[in-house]
């Protein structure tokens, strides 16, 4: 009998995390789909990813692979779709490592004429039936520990900053490097774990498409997702105003010239859509094989995907 080569038995070890991936992926359609919203598929390969500061696109031949599929999505929503969601693999160069890989899966789903908030009830609800699904029960185990996804906790980031890293969200804000050194390495780590948690509103510097609150100018509608010290999702209250998008377009693009990063082509035809108009919209994006390894309880993201080896 001939021996199993190790490339073969790699995938062979995955075999029961890649069922279990289908199993979730189903679930999160299936309750997607019974809210009304619209599977949509955009392409992978694109002229004019958007100036981010700190995520690359990497290059294919005349393309870009894409870091999101967030910009052809809102031009859906300014031609008249209001409730649309897409599950496809996106890219990041240079992102690899247990929580990371430069490609990965992710969803990502908008409706127009709603709210941030809403579309927080909407993944608490999909996470949940994903584990109901998979499990009869809505709680799971994750690093030795049981998370009960039931009621999850929401706590607004300057209220985390001052009770897990004794600082002041607005002035560490001040300082790119600061605010995330002080989020990754304070806040982060010392985040309820026995729930999923939210953090909620974040200084206006962190929302590069999010509309400002209008009770508070300083913040943005913006929320975040932890399950188990996982980052699991992110969303905005969409900014629909085309003269401040263009304006934090510009400042990216001139802060990603000066730290010697790639130059983006002006995303021509989403800008055209903000000024044909796009509503008021709410959008959030998850990372698929993050929520794979959560409700598997597998700590490395290449336990629950396709080897990146060939």
Known sequence: MKSMPESVAKLNKIIPALKQRRDIFSSVR??????????????CGIIAPAAEEYIEAPCAGSFFLRTSPELQMKRLLAAGMEKIYQIGPCFREGENGRKHRSEFFMLEYYEAYSDYMTLLDHTFAYI??????????????????KIFLDHPEIISVREAFKCFAGEDADKCAEEDALFEMVLVDKVEPNLPQERLCVLLDYPVRFGAFARVKESDPTLVERWEIYGGGLELANAYGELIDPKIQRERFEAFSLTRKKMGLREYPEATAFLESMDYGIPPSAGAALGLDRLVMLLTDHQDIGEVSFPLDS
């Open 30 to 43: 299936r309750t997607l789909d019974k809210m009304g919203y619209c599977e949509i598929h955009t392409p």
């Open 128 to 145: 949940r039936q994903a584990a109901i699904d998979l499990y009869g029960k809505d709680e799971i185990f994750f690093n030795g520990k």
